[in-house]
T-cell receptor
Framework: RKEVEQDPGPFNVPEGATVAFNCTYS??????FFWYRQDCRKEPKLLMS???SGNEDGRFTAQLNRASQYISLLIRDSKLSDSATYLC??????????FGAGTTVTVRA | EAGVAQSPRYKIIEKRQSVAFWCNPI?????LYWYQQILGQGPKLLIQ????????DSQLPKDRFSAERLKGVDSTLKIQPAKLEDSAVYLC?????????????FGPGTRLTVL
């Protein structure tokens, strides 16, 4: 079983729509969780950390469910600029990051 | 502030040839990482340096891959000899330190094609 699994998508949504997707992780001892964004042929960049109580950053909301070992990301009022691959990231021991394969989101006009 | 620099940006070689990649991290960042990202997959950590010491190289194919970080700043990753399956983007990242979570900043990557 992979350490981090994501639905690859693609999620194809119109501008203004809400899109949400999950990621599951296998190591129950995982400590920290993040969403990174990777634009086509670009490097990954940190989008947001995921806290146990859930957190928002503008139009983005992240949730963590430790009991079921999944993380979610919700994007409200999608913009064309939100088109990207979203990488779910989980820390292993000593803060080593383990990346999922990514979920591709395409926002159409 | 300058970001992580990598060169070359693209490299095409034939199998069994050698290749080297260079990375210059953000100034002051003690921790440097090399990742391999195969098309359609997430980045996979190859090696992590803390200053000029290796913290983790458990996923580095040591029979063909080597890396060094002399003087705790720049780093080079070498593949010798290359195989077809080494075709990937090689990403370098740096962070303030690797003992607690600090955001990792990635360079633009080197896209390697092995023919």
């Amino acid at each position: 079983r992979k350490e981090v699994e994501q639905d690859p998508g693609p999620f194809n949504v119109p501008e203004g729509a809400t899109v949400a997707f999950n990621c599951t992780y296998s190591n129950s001892a995982s400590q920290s969780f993040f969403w990174y964004r990777q634009d086509c042929r670009k490097e990954p960049k940190l989008l947001m950390s995921v806290y146990s109580s859930g957190n928002e950053d503008g139009r983005f909301t992240a949730q963590l469910n430790r009991a079921s070992q999944y993380i979610s990301l919700l994007i409200r009022d999608s913009k064309l600029s939100d088109s990207a691959t979203y990488l779910c990231v989980v820390t292993k021991e000593y803060y080593k990051l383990s990346f999922g394969a990514g979920t591709t989101v395409t926002v159409r006009a | 502030e300058a970001g992580v620099a990598q060169s070359p940006r693209y490299k095409i070689i034939e199998k069994r040839q050698s290749v080297a990649f260079w990375c210059n991290p953000i100034s002051g960042h003690a921790t440097l990482y090399w990742y391999q990202q195969i098309l359609g997959q997430g980045p996979k950590l190859l090696i992590q340096f803390q200053n000029n010491g290796v913290v983790d190289d458990s996923q580095l194919p040591k029979d063909r891959f080597s890396a060094e970080r002399l003087k705790g700043v720049d780093s080079t990753l070498k593949i010798q000899p290359a195989k077809l399956e080494d075709s990937a983007v090689y990403l370098c990242a740096s962070s303030l330190d690797g003992t607690t979570y600090n955001e990792q900043f990635f360079g633009p990557g080197t896209r390697l094609t092995v023919l």
